[in-house]
């Protein structure tokens, strides 16, 4: 009988799928239209405990796990409507009580279905870095993963939405749940909703009852919905209420923005939402707000862009005092963002840039910034040297290291001018590589100030392996020193341990004449704060320094 070319090409479809089938995965099936086996190629007695003969004719839904044969028909139903389904999570049965947990990738043609399982389990194969229990990819890993996904489809003039669901009433189900039995439900829910993601894999649980997925614009989500029902509804007793709300972001929005930005946008949504959900928030209604997050933080990420890009935040000035003389030893250079409110703290501003990680981008802009600000000083006045802020996180950020001490080879002239004050200190993982860095900075003559000193119990740790020629101690330690009995003993301790190491104090947030004469008392070398005037553009507002008077001798 002679081969048709239908006959043909369909019989290469078919070893071109087992291939690629093989390339990924661990085992594979070739089904009827009911889920009978008809093939199947692979360790199936490692696997399932059953040998491969044994299989064959019998439905794969009889090596599922039964929390999982809802999930497996899902797929099997998807894969008949489009053709492909390249994700989705499900486990197995391994004997009387164990189960393994698999991805699952499929295809349907003429009538056939062709599965193909891949291991997840520590125990035979790694986890895939960036995912949780459930198939789940972390928040870092998904807005990864969904701002390639959403760029790549740009760029072939198509596009996706992120859906966020709320399953309210989950966490109250899981606790009545054994372990193996949470495991699978959260497996259930991984794979169901990995069926309808692009690439099965863009699936992340934002907080306890939410979760996100990245899917085609035409996925029908009230489907999507019922199904989790179908998948959570068999472990829920009768009295317990399940509804599943979501929210469906068009990622439109998004461009324009490059993919690395992107995914610093998702993630900051994803994060503001978990923290606002874990604040008590009704998650029902944070669904409903999800939208505004994303496409806020798509538009903060845009807009804090463009002011670095044209350096349009302010710089203001705040006197750092001699404590005996009250003559001004330097100035610390903050940062203003609103022109209309200059005093206005920008404490949003650089958290979310912290919290994204543009900080290192912001704090090279601050830097620069500063050094032009100089240049159009006197060259040889030491009244306008001034510390720049650098954080933690920045320190261990290679292009901003790289770029710092470009600035500074072309700019020698700064040596005596500048200083440098090492913020969010707690931001430091890798306090050897933080030395090295300090070390460069006072190589070439620049001085280097510890903040927040006194704030958290590892700022001895800080001290110790941390070479600094100046500690700023946190406002908070002086309040709380000027309150405690033992607080000036304390304090005192405090600077003559720094004396005796060679660094000198700045005592912070001093607004009152009280507070003055209690780390003057202290020996504390320097003070800072509101007494001599709130941080100001005009250095002349210090011409002459508020409140003089406090250190003129009787």
Not at 31 to 48: K, Y
Not at 221 to 234: H, I, K, M, T
Not at 355 to 363: A, K, N, V, Y
Request: glycine residues 8%; contains cysteine.
């Amino acid at each position: 009988m002679a081969v048709t070319s239908d006959a043909r090409t369909s019989k290469r479809e078919r070893n071109r799928y087992a291939a690629l089938a093989f390339c990924w995965g661990d085992l594979l099936f070739e089904l009827n239209h009911a889920g009978t086996v008809l093939f199947c190629a692979g360790p199936v007695q490692e696997f399932a405990g059953v040998a491969p003969d044994g299989v064959i004719g019998q439905p794969l839904f009889d090596l599922m796990a039964p929390s999982d044969v809802p999930t497996l028909a899902r797929f099997l139903k998807a894969l008949r409507s489009r053709g492909r389904v390249d994700g989705g999570t499900a486990q197995i049965r391994r004997g009387a009580s164990a189960l393994l947990p698999v991805s699952m990738a499929g295809y349907c043609m003429d009538e056939r279905f062709y599965v193909a399982f891949r291991l997840r389990t520590g125990t035979v194969e790694p986890e895939v870095a960036g995912t949780e229990s459930g198939g789940f990819l972390d928040r870092d890993a998904f807005s990864r993963e969904a701002g390639k996904r959403i760029k790549e489809l740009e760029r072939q003039g198509r596009s996706a939405e992120i859906t966020v669901l709320d399953i309210s009433g989950l966490s109250g189900l899981s606790e009545g749940l054994s372990e193996p039995e949470s495991r699978s439900l959260m497996s259930s829910i991984g794979g169901c909703l990995g069926q309808s993601a692009l690439d099965g894999e863009t699936v992340t649980r934002i907080a306890g009852d939410s979760f996100g997925l990245l899917h085609d614009p035409s996925l029908d989500v009230a489907a999507l919905r019922n199904q989790l029902l179908e998948a959570v509804r068999p472990l829920a007793s009768p009295d317990q209420a399940l509804e599943i709300t979501h929210s469906t972001v068009d990622m439109d929005t998004a461009r324009g923005i490059s993919e690395q930005d992107l995914a610093k946008g998702l993630m900051y949504a994803l994060s503001s939402f978990q923290k606002k959900s874990g604040a008590g928030f009704n998650l029902s209604s944070l669904t409903d707000n999800i939208s505004a997050l994303i496409s806020q933080g798509i538009t903060d990420i845009r807009d804090f862009r463009q002011v670095l890009k044209d350096k349009s935040f302010l710089m203001a000035l705040q006197p750092i005092i001699d404590v005996k003389s009250g003559a001004i030893h330097h100035f610390e250079a903050l940062c203003r963002f609103d022109v209309a409110a200059p005093e206005e703290s920008p404490y949003r501003y650089i958290s979310f840039a912290e919290e994204i990680g543009l900080i290192h981008e912001f704090d090279l802009a601050m830097a620069a910034k500063v050094v032009q600000w100089l240049r159009r000083m006197p060259v040889n006045n030491s009244k306008f040297s001034v510390a720049v802020n650098i954080s933690g996180f920045s320190i261990g950020m290679p292009e901003y290291v790289q770029g710092l001490h470009k600035l500074l080879r072309d700019n020698p002239w700064t040596v005596d001018r500048l200083l440098f004050e090492i913020t969010e200190s707690s931001r430091m993982t890798d306090l050897v590589a933080a030395n090295e860095f300090i070390q460069g900075l006072r190589r070439l003559g620049y001085q280097v100030c510890l903040d927040d000193f006194g704030a958290g119990a590892a700022s001895f740790q800080y001290l110790s392996a941390l070479e600094v020629d100046v500690v700023k101690i946190d406002g908070s330690a002086v309040h709380n020193a000027r309150k405690a009995p033992k607080g000036r003993a304390f304090l005192s301790a405090l600077t003559e341990l720094c004396g005796r190491l060679g660094v000198e104090t700045i005592a912070e947030m001093i607004d009152s004449p009280e507070s003055l004469r209690f780390v003057r008392d202290c020996r504390c070398n320097y003070v800072q704060g509101f007494l001599f005037g709130k941080p100001s553009r005009n250095f002349n507002d210090f011409t002459p320094l508020p409140n003089i008077d406090l250190f003129r001798r009787p």
